[in-house]
Each structure stands twice: as structure tokens, then as C-alpha cells.
């Protein structure tokens, strides 16, 4: 089965740029989206089909994906994008596969 | 605007099954693939099954000879997840496909959380 690999931490000075990444074989050639956890609420879509970004959701989110590595990145980061983040993708199956997830921590 | 609302039981004896219903308001089920998925405490996202209105079904194959979803109403399917044991507390969140492939999940009920324990 796919399998995709985050970073299990990332941490950003307020108002600097976060970049989560995302590895897996190939990803370039599927299209990955990102979700967006706090704590005690539901899972929220930020980026869908590598860079786009869903109605509601900041200018300051943006994606990108190329080769063996997709990557969400957060500018001007602040404290309320403390939260957990998630990529997935489809495999081959018609499984859906979600990374590890990482706990963003803005400083 | 569509809003999902997971509900079922609280607590759940270990080897007895798991039942949660996803009631969708604002809308139907019809014309959308609809998810279940669960995260269990420190843990990470887990995908557990989906299924089409009309019936089409797939399942997480670590889970699947466990795990059945079905459609119930026009607004209604559930979960059932058999022999559970304490690995299966999490919360669990239903939630509605997109249109557009690949799909991605929007929008997502507020989850239940599920405990096995005597």
C-alpha cells in the first residue's frame, strides 16, 4: 500500500513561513490535499489538488507538489494556525491514505 | 449549507459492535460518496470505509472483515465496527466526498468519541 511520510513536528517564529512536507514514491503524479486539526475539532480542508485553496481559507496557505515530495507552507504564520496537519492521497486501491500527520507549534 | 452530525453510544463494551449513525442536514446523501474515519487518542487520521448512495462500498483492508457502512435514510448512513477492543476508542467523524476527483473531504461532522472499556 501507498504510504506517506510527515514530519512529526514543525515549529515557526510568529509571523515567519512554516513549510509541512509530505514524501511518498512519486507523488508528484497523484494529487494531494492538506486538513488543517485543532484540538477538539473536526478536521478542516486548507489545500485541495496540490495548491488550491477552498473558499475561507487565507491567501497565507498555499501548496505545492513535485517528484517524491508535496509541500504545504504557511506565511506570516500565527498563533491561531497552531494545529495539526494532514496530507492524503488516493492509492492505487481506492483506499484512502493519509500521512502521519505533523503538530505545527507557532513560537 | 450541508452539516453532518455523528451520533451512537459513548462507551462500548470490548468484543461487542460498535454502531454510529452520520445524519446529514441541508442536504441529502444522494449523488455523493460519503466517508467514515477515525482518530484514536495521540494517534493520526484513520480512513475506515466509504460508501456511494446507491450502495458502493470500500474499506480500510486493515479493518475490513470488521467493518460494514450502509446507507440508512435519505439523509442517514451508519458504521458498525465488530469486536472491538481498546485500540478502537478514538473519535470517529463522518464526512461527505467532493464531486471532483480526486476526491477530498469537506465538509466533516464535529466527531464522537467512542471508548472500549468495561
Known amino acids: 500500500s501507498y504510504e506517506l511520510t510527515q514530519p512529526l513536528s514543525v515549529s515557526v517564529a510568529l509571523g515567519q513561513t512554516a513549510r509541512i512536507t509530505c514524501g511518498g514514491n512519486n507523488i508528484g503524479n497523484k494529487n494531494v490535499h492538506w486538513y488543517q486539526q485543532k484540538p477538539g475539532q473536526a478536521p478542516v480542508l486548507v489545500i485541495y489538488?496540490?495548491?488550491n485553496r477552498p473558499s475561507g481559507i487565507p491567501e497565507r496557505f498555499s501548496g505545492s507538489n513535485s517528484g517524491n515530495t508535496a509541500t504545504l507552507t504557511i506565511s506570516r504564520a500565527q498563533a491561531g494556525d497552531e494545529a495539526d496537519y494532514y496530507c492524503?492521497?488516493?492509492?492505487?486501491?481506492?483506499?484512502?491514505?493519509f500521512g502521519g500527520g505533523t503538530k505545527l507549534t507557532v513560537l | 449549507q450541508v452539516q453532518l452530525q455523528e451520533s451512537g453510544p459513548g462507551l462500548v463494551k470490548p468484543s461487542e459492535t460498535l454502531s454510529l449513525t452520520c445524519t446529514v442536514s441541508?442536504?441529502?446523501?444522494?449523488?455523493?460518496?460519503w466517508s467514515w474515519f477515525r482518530r484514536p487518542p495521540g494517534k493520526g487520521l484513520e480512513w475506515i470505509a466509504y460508501?456511494?448512495?446507491?450502495?458502493?462500498t470500500n474499506y480500510n483492508p486493515s479493518l475490513k472483515s470488521r467493518v460494514t457502512i450502509s446507507v440508512d435514510t435519505s439523509n442517514q448512513f451508519s458504521l458498525r465496527l465488530s469486536s472491538v477492543t481498546a485500540a478502537d476508542t478514538a473519535v470517529y467523524y463522518c464526512?461527505?466526498?467532493?464531486?471532483?476527483?480526486?476526491?477530498?473531504?469537506?465538509?466533516w461532522g464535529q466527531g464522537t468519541l467512542v471508548t472500549v472499556s468495561t
Open positions: 492524503q492521497v488516493w492509492d492505487s486501491s481506492s483506499t484512502v491514505v
Open positions: 460508501i456511494y448512495y446507491s450502495g458502493n
Open positions: 441541508g442536504g441529502s446523501i444522494t449523488s455523493y460518496y
Open positions: 489538488r496540490d495548491s
Open positions: 464526512a461527505r466526498h467532493s464531486h471532483d476527483n480526486p476526491n477530498w473531504f469537506d465538509p
